[in-house]
């Protein structure tokens, strides 16, 4: 009981872990979108933002596999 206890939250941290950091990549990208209308070279960053949280999602997900704890560069706490 106690193992599945623990897996459940290991989970749920790991569950939460990765919401946060597709919130906050969702969040800067937006952030980028907003200010690409008005300066046109942040276009292309937002783009760039979006991509690189495609490929740590999918780093994060072979971590997972592997038995690692996914490693997210940064993201905001939005989830507790």
Known sequence: RVDRRQRQMCI???????????LTVLIVAFILLFLGAMIRPLLPLAFLVGIAGLIFAVVAGINVI?????GYPWSLHIIK
């Open 12 to 22: 749920r941290d790991r569950g939460k872990d990765a919401l946060n950091f597709q």
């Open 66 to 70: 592997k038995g690692n704890k996914p």
